[in-house]
Each structure stands twice: as C-alpha cells, then as structure tokens.
C-alpha cells in the first residue's frame, strides 16, 4: 500500500535527517527526485522541512542540532507518546526528549534502547506520517543493530507491543510484526564491528534497481558501506552513507 493517510500504533510512520540541509536537499533530490518544502517560516520551525515526492511527503530534514555524524531517525506511531515515554523509562531505556507538543503537527518523544539506540514516538495530529511508503524513493524498512538481541526483543515488546520471529541462517534475522504485519528488522552486531560504532536504527528507502542505486549515489559524493548483496530468499540491499555522512540502506524486494 504505497500510499498512506494513517498508521495504527506501533508502525514506523515517519523519518527524518538532522544535517547539512542544503547538502541534503542537493543530494537526496539527486537520487530519488525528491522536493523541498518549508515545514513553515523558519523563526517557527527551526528550518525544519519536507521532501515530497509526486507531490506526497516522504520523509522530513532539518539542520543537525547533535554533535557527531548526521542521522536519519525513525518514529514510531503511538496513541500517547507521554504513556510511551514512561515505558520506555520502566523498560530499561533512557527518555532524551520528554514528550513535547510540535505545533498542532502532533506530539514527540525521543529515546534510547537500553543499548543506546535512538528512535522516537509520534503521536499525530494534523501531521499523520509519510503518505508514500514501499515504493522507489520512498521508505520502506526500519532495521536495529544491536549488541544484545533478546534484551531488544522485550523492550520493543514492552514499549510497542512488537512481537518478534527469528529467522535462523547463515545470518540470524529477527522480524517485529504488528498483528502480524512485519514492520522492522534487527540484526546481532558481530563480534568484529568495532567499539566505537554505537548500536543504532538503519533507514531503508527503496530502490527499482540497487546497483544502479549506488552507482548514482557514489556519483554523487556518497559512500559504499556494505553489498549490494542479495538477501537469501529474495531481495537485494546496499548500505552507504551519504556526503554528509548520514548511514541509510538501499532495498529492492525480489522479482
């Protein structure tokens, strides 16, 4: 369902960029032809705006406001970000941002795993999330490397309500479903990633043709990271990080 006016709690809604907004825009328009658009004058919204695609909104930007590369950051729809953030506090995690009102856009909160790993609760208002998802230049996957999978698990459980399926492979992968819809990954970090790389939520956009994908996006001043590599079972993925620095991932479903 490429096109959405709403999402029910505990699906991925939204994401955005804290960055260099001007590098941002001339890169991002680049690949996936994606459009600017002002959020409002900037004395109200911090800068902050919309890329649109076809005249829907895909994902959100705004200049960096934390030390350390740029990010892109998923929220998480919830029905009351105020009873989320005190989940998240009796769970283990670490509430960043207190739930805060967002004009009459909607309601935030942001948090960390119990593992450091950043993501957000939005409550909507006027403000309901992307209206097109699942299709090239679009959003389509949300994916935790964590440090310590089952303690994952029963946070999310606990904070979203996120059941979890773990496929067995060459590569352990798990799924969270919401009634019984998949709607994010996770993955162990190996042993050998270093130290210093934090766990943290990798935002996939969807591509018609990965390797394509990335050779445009090198062009364009980012950087290869992983693949492109198959998926076993179908589907093929890259990750890169952008001129800025930002990580995300690159997917196309099998077929």
Known sequence: MPERSDYAPGIPSWVDIGTDVEGAKAFYGS????????????EQTGGYGFFTKNGKLIAGYGPQ???????????????????????VEATGGTVVMAA????????????SDPGGAFISAWQA???KGAQLVNEPGAFCWSELDTRD??????????????????????????EFN????????MMAMPPEMPAEVPPHWLVYFMADDVDAAVAKAQELGATLRVGPMDIPGGGRFAVLTDPQGAAFGLFRTRG
């Open 31 to 42: 690949l996936f032809g994606w459009s600017p658009q002002e959020a409002g004058p900037p």
């Open 65 to 87: 406001q934390n030390p350390g590369p740029p990010f892109w950051s998923t929220y998480v729809s919830v029905a009351d970000a105020d009873e989320t953030a005190k989940k």
């Open 100 to 111: 805060m009102d967002v004009m009459t856009a909607g309601r935030m909160a942001i948090f």
């Open 125 to 127: 208002g006027e403000h």
């Open 149 to 174: 999978a089952e303690s994952s698990k029963a946070f999310y459980r606990a904070v979203f309500g996120w059941e979890a399926e773990t496929h067995e492979g060459p590569m352990s992968y798990t």
């Open 178 to 185: 919401v009634g019984g819809q998949s709607i994010a990954g």
